[in-house]
């Protein structure tokens, strides 16, 4: 054999080491599971671990699971706090919602309008397909008292980035509930739910600079205020500027270390 062909068969067998290698690097990037809901395996990135992503055969929301572990988590849905449940919206809300937003007052410092019912009753329909990952669509959770079970309001949460690690919330509570804390309450479930449920990186949260209440709620709940946005919109004949808030997931877990533990 020459020292051409001699070189030639160096240089293709040389090639199958690599191969074997960047095969195996990608494989390692890679974490193999079932879907919670269908069973069905699926495969992510390594750099998923915790963030929420949608099964590519059933299209639920999963969690990806740290470690070893065989199937995915769920959404840590409903959420349960000391005097609230964090659910999804159901049919059975409309007259609670209905009440909620028929309330003039809650809109006076939004471009929003109170709803009729049938506007009530075709939003729920609509939002029953909604899942946390679809794009550009808000995820509601309805604030339901525990003593009772009324639904006394609701928060939102949209992802501000493809990635879905970083999003914006609100919150709309009936008016006959607010000083009583439960908006704090609801308010710091759901920044649990997103920097230890589904590891977001950042949450915002946004409020006419004139609501006060808004701005001692996000305040209280743990979020900076980064700055003011002057006279940003117009609405109800005069220039209004917004308030941001934000949080990071280091700043939250900082302050949850750092915070006294409760009575026994």
């Given amino acids: 054999m020459g020292h051409a062909?001699?070189?030639?068969?160096?240089?293709?067998?040389?090639?199958?080491?690599?191969?074997?290698i960047a095969t195996?690097?990608?494989e390692e990037s890679f974490i193999d599971f079932k879907c919670p809901h269908c069973g069905e395996p699926v495969s992510f990135p390594r750099d998923c671990i915790g963030f929420a992503r949608e099964c590519p055969t059933c299209l639920e929301c999963l969690v990806v699971p740290v470690g070893d572990a065989q199937v995915g988590r769920k959404l840590p849905l409903p959420i349960t706090t000391a005097r609230l449940v964090l659910r999804r919206l159901g049919g059975g809300d409309w007259k609670d919602l209905l009440e909620l937003l028929a309330d003039e007052e809650l809109f006076r410092y939004?471009?929003?309008?109170?709803?009729?019912?049938?506007?009530?009753?075709?939003?729920?329909?609509?939002d029953s397909h909604v899942k946390l990952t679809s794009p550009g669509q808000p995820f509601y959770l309805g604030i339901q008292a525990r003593d009772g079970g009324k639904l006394i309001?609701?928060?939102?949460?949209?992802?501000a980035d493809p990635q879905r690690l970083q999003a914006g919330l609100n919150i709309c509570l009936n008016r006959n509930c607010q000083r009583k804390g439960f908006a704090l309450e609801a308010v710091r479930a759901l920044l649990e739910f997103c920097f230890d449920g589904i590891r977001l990186h950042r949450v915002?949260?946004?409020?006419?600079?004139?609501?006060?209440?808004?701005?001692?709620?996000?305040?209280?709940a743990g979020l900076r205020?980064?700055?003011?946005?002057?006279?940003?919109?117009?609405?109800?004949?005069e220039w209004a500027s917004t308030v941001c808030y934000a949080a990071l997931?280091?700043?939250?877990?900082?302050?949850?270390?750092?915070?006294p533990a409760p009575a026994p």
């Fill in 204 to 220: 915002t949260a946004l409020c006419d600079s004139r609501n006060a209440a808004a701005c001692r709620l996000f305040e209280g």
């Fill in 24 to 26: 195996m690097i990608a």
């Fill in 5 to 20: 062909e001699t070189g030639l068969l160096w240089r293709t067998w040389g090639l199958y080491p690599r191969v074997m």
């Fill in 110 to 126: 939004t471009d929003g309008r109170p709803l009729e019912e049938e506007e009530v009753l075709n939003w729920l329909q609509s």
């Fill in 225 to 237: 205020r980064e700055g003011e946005l002057v006279k940003d919109k117009f609405f109800n004949g």
């Fill in 249 to 259: 997931q280091e700043e939250y877990r900082e302050a949850a270390a750092n915070s």
């Fill in 153 to 159: 309001g609701y928060l939102s949460l949209h992802f």
